[in-house]
């Protein structure tokens, strides 16, 4: 029991937490409040609950398929085994997920607990049977779902219990960095991973060229800053975003040389997640005024 404890409050890392969770659906509620203003401050907290306790499931299962898969053990000498107990705390994280789904489905209406279903279905097909997203090119594109639009809209229509088409394209914004944010994220795995067969983007396109396509994520996702504010769907205040441009050109530049040395790559990927914590806070204040 103690071991299951501890595995609990290890799980609770701030990649998740923050990253690939928590700006999503605080960017949901506050466009909710912006556009309809409607926001329930008991069913944000309560949802909250529920996305702290899918995002536990989401860790637990990439742990423990990862482990089964082989991927985590390549390099690595002695390495402490991945028990089955993390397996079923993930199940068990989901299933209190999947309460506190079906108990806001009675307060905001049926869709909420379609969103709460393909966040698990995204959750365990990433890595688990027989589809393992991730060993077949697709992992990104869940990833990017599933914390952009899904996260987002299910955090809108939990307070707003309708969809409409701005948050719709708001979400853009998150599923564009989380993409670039897991392809970045594979670089320094790139040989591990094509040893044990997955097949996610980086191994298919090769270092690089994955780094190239990073490249040309920023500037589609500048694009999309452009027609977004051109067209007055985002906040005048989200001007601010073109000065994270240096940011953006020294992960970019960092990643083009460093592919090769996974610890110097790093830094690469740390200056993408200052820029998406950036951004996604100047969104979020940005509805919220």
Known sequence: MDRIVLNFFTLLRYRFMLIA?????????????YLR????????????????????????FNEFFDWKLGSDRVFQLNQKPVENSTFFLGIGAFFIALLIGIFLTMKSGFPIIIFSVIGFL????YLGPPF??????????????????????????L???????????????????????????????????????KKNLCVRLGQKNTVMLYGGIVVLFYIILTFGLLGKKF???????????????????????????????????????????????????????
């Open 235 to 289: 906040p005048p205040i989200a001007w601010i975003v073109f000065a994270c441009l240096p940011i953006s050109f020294l992960s970019f530049i960092t990643g083009i040389r460093t592919y090769q040395n996974p610890y110097r790559f790093v830094s690469a990927i740390r200056y993408l997640i200052i820029k998406y914590i950036l951004v996604m806070s100047i969104f979020i204040v940005g509805y919220s005024q």
């Open 122 to 125: 995204a959750a365990f097909f």
């Open 159 to 197: 307070q707003a219990q309708q969809i409409d088409i701005l948050p719709i394209f708001v979400s853009l914004i998150p599923a564009i960095l989380l993409f670039a944010i897991s392809i970045m994220n594979e670089v320094p795995d790139y040989f591990q991973d094509k040893l044990v067969g």
């Open 37 to 60: 203003e409607r926001f329930d401050i008991s069913l944000f907290f309560t949802g909250l609950a529920g996305i702290l306790f899918a995002l536990i499931g989401v860790e637990c």
């Open 21 to 33: 969770g928590l700006l999503p659906y605080i960017l949901g509620a506050v466009i909710s409040f």
């Open 132 to 157: 393992r997203f991730t060993y077949r090119g697709l992992g990104e594109i869940v990833i990017s779902l599933s914390y952009g639009p899904f996260m987002t809209l299910g955090s809108y229509y």
